[in-house]
């Protein structure tokens, strides 16, 4: 998720990218800077929206982490002040980019899904469960995720065919 609204923001497009995994902290990128309170604090009502908006080292590119972790998370992910948050966003953001725990294990991601035009589900090669994948593919599918797409990660080129320059397609069941 912070590729793709790096991606953007390298276009010039304002974009936002936001942190919720509000279940675990989230290892520091080097495009992140600053601040320790995010998300968590604003939905829980002790910071302002200006106050959880960190810079990036990337123009374009303003980034929320999770801040400090909540009780519960799920709850929070169901207030009133999500409402509030994205439309402030909407308002000064070309892009907002949305980045979730993973939808398998707990309900978070789906309770996210009503501010996402564009929903991608990302599967990792030969770690991701069959199982697992279909589920979450039939949770999407029951709860109207808008417009679905499948990224799938941790491609061994060694196992792609393709017309060179490093791209190619992967192949597997």
């Known amino acids: 998720a912070l590729n793709i609204a790096s991606t953007l923001a390298f ?6 990218w936001l942190g919720f995994d509000l279940r675990k902290v989230v290892r520091r ?3 992140m800077q600053g601040k320790k309170i995010g998300l968590a604090d604003f939905l829980t009502g002790e910071a302002s929206i200006d106050e959880i908006i960190g810079n990036s080292a990337q123009p374009h590119l303003d980034l929320i982490t999770q801040g400090t972790l909540p009780e519960s998370p799920s709850e929070l992910l169901q207030s009133s002040k999500m409402d509030e948050l994205f439309s402030y ?16 294990m707990i309900a978070d991601a789906f309770h996210l899904l009503r501010f996402s035009d564009i929903t991608y589900f990302v599967i990792r090669n030969n770690s991701s469960k069959l199982k ?7 949770n999407l599918e029951r709860r109207n995720a808008n417009n679905l ?7 061994n080129t060694q196992d792609t065919y393709g017309y060179g320059y490093g791209y190619g397609y992967g192949y597997g069941y």
């Open 29 to 31: 990128d080097t495009r």
């Open 11 to 16: 276009l010039k497009e304002k974009t936002i």
């Open 149 to 155: 797409g499948i990224l799938v990660n941790d491609i």
């Open 132 to 138: 697992m994948v279909e589920s979450v593919l039939k």
């Open 89 to 104: 966003l909407q308002e000064h953001y070309t892009y907002i980019i949305i980045d979730t725990p993973p939808a398998g």
